[in-house]
């Protein structure tokens, strides 16, 4: 401070304004920026902790450590101050998610002041930890890096006990804080503490700082600085090298207990050689420094919880090393050194040897830590970024406090912009305080004897493996429709698990306020509908999608959940548009699994994941992963798996597998050994009943329905079929739903496929006796495995739980290949086993079931075990509901197209839950649940004219839209209102398309009679396969009608809805499009903009059952078109 003018230093009178002064000072002072000219009003200093410092007669403001304000080592804080300052930062937390006074605010208020009250102190969550720590450092006034302050990553150590478990946590800290020289600001955070006995403390000033060895004659080797708590270490058995730099032993203190000493491995310390960029002589000096500032001796304050032992870093700023470390007087003390072989006159201060010197030192230093890529700030950027950090908060929180004596670096002061500008320092909790050396309040225990510091080394050595392995915590999410996704979320466990400490989570189950404070972050997540979340992807979507634009919750609440694409290709500088840094220190990547076949929306919700976690913050560590259910869905996944791992390994600073093994061990996930599985049978036992068991299995509420009919809506002259399913719910059921909705049916498999199955298992007599699956865990206990439920038979395993028509996928043959016994079947399922090109032309010719791979491979033996573990989950079918419950509020209709085709290798096929439906007599049972279809329901407005296009099946839901029309008409005739415009009923036109009038043209006289009572307005039929005229497609009707389509959709805003085949609703889309274009509207790009609005808005919906029409010829064309 010296040669500072004094008349600007403290607030002279005029800039002090007090228009609301108190007791306490005024409530505004001005701040002036000498350079600019510029002012500002700090109120924020309002908020400040009221401790004892400066007073009218005297200014504390250039002590190192003011002495009423070192933390004492006195207990807890009374419970009041606790209550008070727990109060005041969950005030903050809750208002940072802008959650203050919410029922969740007052509640957590409420628990945390029970267990003060209970225990004198309270855990803080891992959130509130998180935030706590980044408030901290926003709060230190003495630090010139505090734009940073969002970016702290926290490692979480309150559950150390030992000072093992301290050495672990500090290793895995200088690892990832290291980086390779990339440094990342991080914090870890040790128990908090509970009384005046059993503090957790790390006896260093700094994790990494070199011994200073005071000689006989009163001179020193290596840091002057450290001379005190190198004798303290050498007091616990370390025995240094005597050099310059040596690092020196972590000295950690568990739970109040005597300190145990360890040497950091190495290999976890980066250091810098210091060279000049011009003066070769430089290295003469043989200097070094570290690159990892990371101070130890704090004591961090959170919310009245005190954590005495809280290492943190940040990244150094050159003039700390340069000119403090390296320069002081006091310190390595270069300068004269340096000043001598520049050859300067260091016989009189006048020369101003001292300060060339000390740039050349820092230049030095830059130079070095610049060539050797490691983080360093220079003082003048460090200087910048501050006057920002200054103006943020000034927006932010009307003020910064911030230490001007500190702030100002030790060089060129008035070159840097914070040296002009006026700062007021006060403190503001949660903050970082001084404490007392550790070693001044320990009371030692005996002088320890070799034997005892022998075994510390040894403890310190066998550490090591331990501290290499240590994992990181690893999240992996999953959104799926039909369990792939979980598979493969699964298999990803597995690989991480080599090095991580990972965990498959269903987007469902997810605390989404968790995301934030997430480290590792992996997304599994399939498109379903038309460019829509699973249903168990549906809520994190949606929270996702609203944190970007949050105006938009309500219209994505009712219609449906059409997410942001990604517009343009990533641009290199990525980072710097992003929208939030809520998720900073969130790192991820995610796959995305999807169909070709669904054009534009390939993968839409992945993608969209993606983009929305990178605008929040999130660092994408490995780029968006795509599988394509037409080909090679697992081989992407297998290879998009290996890269994220590897990356996670780079960015954790974790030695990764080399890539064979990761690949390995994505092949042989998941490990079934016939050894750790069993099936135990028990006669007197009788198996769990089946809707409790699906119920279980699928975590859905399952309820019966009861067939009252199945009619074949199709002519007797059609050799295919389309059966009306009526089903009666039960006189306790209070399954309700809406026209648009769909009916999820749990299939069962054709009984003379399972008994074909049955017959070739070593168990086949035991069929249909109860049986458990149970494994041996790790403690080789025989455990009930939840793959199944707690009790079943096999034949009903087979019959209704376990999937034994689907193409095996790769894992699964790969595990059939240990159980062959011909060496040729082994050779070709091994092949398969690769997932690769052979396997994908194997499943698209075959398309074979189980027992198509039991009579290729006749030598494998079929343990069932195997079969029930690792063959995938009978799935659900979803079926439009045909119904109203306006109309019929008992029952639900659905329309099934009976499936049959034949493989291209001829075989005949027949799909299993359509062939079931279409076999069922009355009163049989059929286990069912509703899924909503928010994005189909009718318009609230019922003057709203609407548009139908469902060819084929697609016709299904419009029954149930007119039935609701009829039964919405009779209710006004048997009650009639004035006739106005919100009560009129809008226009239905219905396009419909069959092969031939006199085959499939299903509900035709059901169509007749709604045209004669009105329900319907008009009907288009398209036939495309009547003998003797032209084929046509519904797209052909609505070129013909055109000029009506377009009226109704532009003039009355009417809706669309489109059911049925993905092809085909391209296609309709397409062809509005066309039309909006035919008719001169719309140039080109607006005509495609308008119907993507239309989807937005909810006017456009769409009802996509999969690829349904033309199967084979449109997979068969995709398919190819992929592999080209
Ligand atoms: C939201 C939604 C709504 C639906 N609504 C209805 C509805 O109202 N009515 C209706 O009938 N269906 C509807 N479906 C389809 C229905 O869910 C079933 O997919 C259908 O009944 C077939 O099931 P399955 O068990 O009989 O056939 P599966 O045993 O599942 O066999 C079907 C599989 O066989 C293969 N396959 C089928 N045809 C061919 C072919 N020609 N060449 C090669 N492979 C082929 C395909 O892999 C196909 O996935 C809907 C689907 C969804 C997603
Ligand atoms: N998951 C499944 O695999 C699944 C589910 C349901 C149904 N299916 C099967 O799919 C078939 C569907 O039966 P369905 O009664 O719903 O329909 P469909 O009778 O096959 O077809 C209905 C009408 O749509 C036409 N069409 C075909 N492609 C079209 C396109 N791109 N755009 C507009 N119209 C098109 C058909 O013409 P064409 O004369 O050109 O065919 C026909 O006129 C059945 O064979 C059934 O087995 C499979
Ligand atoms: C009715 C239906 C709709 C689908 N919609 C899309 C879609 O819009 N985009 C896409 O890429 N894939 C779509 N798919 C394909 C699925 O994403 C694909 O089958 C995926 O592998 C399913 O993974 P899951 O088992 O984890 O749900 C759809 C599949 C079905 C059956």
Request: hydrophobic letters at 35%; proline letters at 5%; charged letters at 25%.
């Amino acid at each position: 401070m010296d040669g500072k003018s004094q008349e600007w230093l403290w607030p002279s009178p005029a800039t002090v304004s007090s228009p609301n002064s108190d007791s306490n000072g005024p409530s505004f002072i001005r701040l002036q920026n000498l350079l600019t000219g510029e002012q500002n009003t700090d109120t924020f200093h309002q908020q400040a902790a009221t401790t004892p410092g400066c007073t009218f007669r005297r200014c504390l403001g250039s002590l190192m450590q003011v002495p009423s304000q070192t933390k004492r080592h006195n207990g807890l804080k009374p419970k009041e101050v606790v209550i008070k300052e727990a109060k005041d930062f969950l005030m903050e937390y809750y208002a940072s998610l802008r959650k203050e006074n919410t029922e969740a605010h007052l509640k957590r208020q409420a628990d945390v002041i029970d267990e003060i009250q209970a225990k004198g102190l309270y855990e803080l969550t891992e959130q509130e930890l998180t935030y706590g720590c980044r408030l901290a450092w926003r709060n230190a006034s003495r630090c010139i890096g505090r734009i940073q302050w969002g970016n702290l990553h926290v490692f979480d150590a309150r559950d150390a006990v030992t000072p093992e478990d301290m050495f672990n946590a500090i290793t895995d800290h200088v690892k990832y804080a290291t980086n390779k020289g990339n440094i990342r600001s991080s914090i870890t955070v040790f128990p908090p503490r509970r009384d005046s006995m059993h503090d957790f403390r790390v006896w260093n000033v700094q994790l990494i700082r070199y011994a200073g060895y005071e000689q006989a004659d009163g001179s020193v080797i290596g840091d002057p600085s450290n001379i005190e708590f190198t004798k303290i270490c050498q007091s616990y058995g370390w025995r240094g090298n005597g050099g310059m730099f040596d690092v020196l032993p972590l000295l950690l203190q568990a739970n109040g207990t005597e300190p145990h000493l360890f040497e950091i491995p190495e290999e976890l310390i980066l250091e810098v050689p210091i060279s000049h960029p011009e003066y070769d002589w430089f290295e003469e000096l043989k200097l070094r420094w570290y690159a990892l500032p990371a101070v130890s001796c704090l004591l961090l304050d959170i919310g009245g919880v005190e954590f005495p032992a809280c290492p943190f870093n940040g990244w150094y700023m050159v003039t700390e090393i340069g000119a403090r470390d390296l320069g002081d007087t006091n310190r390595y003390n270069l300068c004269k050194p340096v000043a001598q072989y520049l050859k300067l006159d260091t016989r009189s201060e006048t020369t101003l040897w001292r300060d060339k010197a000390i740039v050349e030192l820092n230049r030095a230093v830059m130079h070095s830590f610049l060539k050797h890529k490691v983080t360093l700030v220079d003082h003048h950027t460090a200087s910048n970024t501050f006057m920002q950090h200054l103006d943020n908060e000034q927006k932010l929180r009307g003020g910064c406090p911030a230490d001007w004596v500190w702030i100002v670096p030790p060089i060129s002061g008035s070159a840097t912009k914070v040296y002009h500008q006026e700062m007021l320092n006060y403190k503001i909790k949660p903050s970082f305080e001084y404490q007392e050396d550790p070693w001044k309040i320990h009371t030692k225990g005996s002088q320890r004897k070799f034997k005892d510091i022998a075994k510390l080394v040894v403890v310190s050595t066998d550490l090591m493996g331990k501290v290499l392995a240590k994992r990181i915590r690893a999240t992996i999410l999953y959104a799926t429709e039909t369990g792939t996704s979980e598979r493969y979320a699964k298999m990803l466990k597995k690989l991480l698990d080599i090095k991580f400490d990972a965990k498959v989570v269903c987007m469902a189950d997810y605390d989404f306020s968790n995301l934030d404070y997430e480290k590792l972050v992996f997304i599994v997540a399939s498109t379903f509908g038309n460019a829509e979340a699973p249903h168990n992807g549906e809520e994190f979507g949606r929270r996702l999608h609203f944190r970007a634009h949050p105006i938009d919750l309500n219209a994505s609440r009712t219609g449906s959940l059409h997410l942001p694409r990604r517009k343009s290709k990533l641009r290199a500088n990525e980072t710097e548009d992003r929208t939030s840094s809520f998720m900073i220190n969130v790192k991820y990547s995610v796959f995305a699994l999807g169909s070709r076949a669904y054009g534009e929306n390939f993968c839409a919700f992945g993608r969209s994941l993606d983009t929305l976690l990178r605008d929040f913050g999130g660092e994408r560590i490995c780029p968006l992963g795509e599988g394509d259910e037409l080909c090679g869905q697992e081989e992407s996944f297998r290879s998009w798996a290996g890269k994220a791992f590897r990356a996670a390994c780079e960015t954790f600073c974790i030695d990764a597998v080399d890539h064979s093994d990761a690949t390995t061990s994505l092949t042989t996930i998941p490990s079934w050994s016939e050894n750790n599985f069993r099936l135990v049978f028990d006669k007197k036992k009788t198996a769990a009943g089946l809707l409790e068991a699906l119920s279980e299995l699928h975590s859905t509420h399952i309820e019966p329905l009861t067939v009252l009919s199945v009619t074949n809506l199709q002519s007797s002259s059609s050799l295919r079929s389309t059966v009306l399913v009526k089903l009666k719910k039960a006189s306790e059921s209070n399954l309700c739903y809406f026209p648009g909705d769909h009916l999820s049916v749990f299939p069962r498999n054709d009984p003379e496929i399972v008994d074909q199955l049955l017959r070739k298992l070593a168990d086949k007599e035991s069929s249909d006796i109860t049986t458990q699956l149970e494994y041996l865990s790790n403690e080789g206990i025989w455990t009930v495995d939840t793959h199944m439920p707690a009790t079943f038979t096999l034949r009903e395993a087979f019959m209704r739980f376990i999937d034994i028509t689907s193409p095996p996928t790769p894992q699964f043959l790969h595990c059939l290949t240990s159980l062959a016994m011909d060496q040729n079947d082994r050779n070709k399922l091994a092949e398969l086993a690769k997932g690769s090109k052979e396997y994908e032309d194997w499943k698209f010719w075959k398309n074979p079931g189980l027992i198509d791979v039991i009579e290729e491979f006749p030598s494998v033996r079929l343990p069932a075990t195997l079969l029930l573990l690792k063959l995938p989950r009978l799935k659900q079918r979803y079926y439009s509901i045909s119904s109203s419950m306006a109309m019929t509020p008992d029952e639900i209709h659905i329309t099934v197209s009976v499936v049959a085709y034949h493989t291209k290798s001829g075989k005949l096929r027949r799909g299993i839950c359509s062939n079931w439906l279409n076999s069922l007599k009355e009163g049989e049972s059929v286990p069912c649940f509703i899924r909503a279809a928010h994005g189909f329901r009718m318009p609230p407005d019922q003057s709203v004219p609407i548009i139908m296009i469902g060819p084929g099946t697609g016709i299904a839901p419009f029954r149930s839209f007119w039935q609701q029309r009829l039964a919405d008409k009779n209710r006004e005739a048997a009650f009639p209102v004035t006739v106005t415009k919100e009560t009129r009923f809008g226009k239905m036109t219905l396009f419909f398309g069959c092969r031939e009038s006199t085959k499939d043209d299903i509900y035709m006289d059901e169509l007749k009679d709604c045209l004669t009572n009105g329900v319907l307005d008009v009907v288009h039929k398209a036939y495309s396969r009547e003998p003797g005229q032209q084929k046509r497609y519904v797209q052909d009707l609505m070129k013909d009608h055109g000029g009506d389509l377009l009226h109704t959709i532009l003039d009355e805003d009417g809706h669309i809805y489109v059911c049925g085949d993905v092809s085909m609703a391209a296609d309709v889309s397409r062809t509005i499009q066309n039309l909006l274009i035919d008719y001169g509207l719309f140039d080109q790009e607006d005509a495609i903009e308008y119907v993507k609005t239309m989807k937005e808005r909810g006017r456009y919906h769409e009802d996509i059952f999969g690829i349904t029409l033309r199967t084979g010829e449109v997979t068969e064309r995709i398919r190819k078109a992929a592999q080209r």
